[in-house]
Nanobody
Framework: QVQLVESGGGLVQPGGSLRLSCAASGINFNVYTMGWYRQAPGKQRELVAAITSTGRTNYADSVKGRFTISRDNAKNTVYLQMNSLKPDDTAVYYC??????????WGQGTQVTVSS
């Protein structure tokens, strides 16, 4: 059974930091591009960051310089370090596993709320 389980979300003040984790099981983690998406109320789900199996990364313009995606293939886990958080970063964050830009699996999501 394939599972992607996100954790690390919560409530943080503007300017604060959070680290999200997504632990994968039941898949050959090493061959997948792993991504983080987010969806705010009333908005479409958008790509935040992705990391290929070889470690190449890309980021949405809105998070460049503030967020860092990384992966630990030995632990089947992908991370999203989020710094200098803004209220606009408030959303449910999802991880996905994809190949050739096709998402094969989604996690259940973790809520991130940035508010004073």
């Amino acid at each position: 059974q394939v599972q992607l389980v996100e954790s690390g979300g919560g409530l943080v003040q503007p300017g604060g930091s959070l680290r999200l984790s997504c632990a994968a099981s039941g898949i050959n983690f090493n061959v997948y591009t792993m991504g983080w998406y987010r969806q705010a109320p009333g908005k479409q789900r958008e790509l935040v960051a992705a990391i290929t199996s070889t470690g190449r990364t890309n980021y949405a313009d809105s998070v460049k310089g503030r967020f860092t995606i990384s992966r630990d293939n030995a632990k089947n886990t992908v991370y999203l370090q989020m710094n200098s958080l803004k209220p606009d970063d408030t959303a449910v964050y999802y991880c996905d596993a994809d190949r050739a830009s096709i998402t094969y699996y989604w996690g259940q999501g973790t809520q991130v709320t940035v508010s004073s």
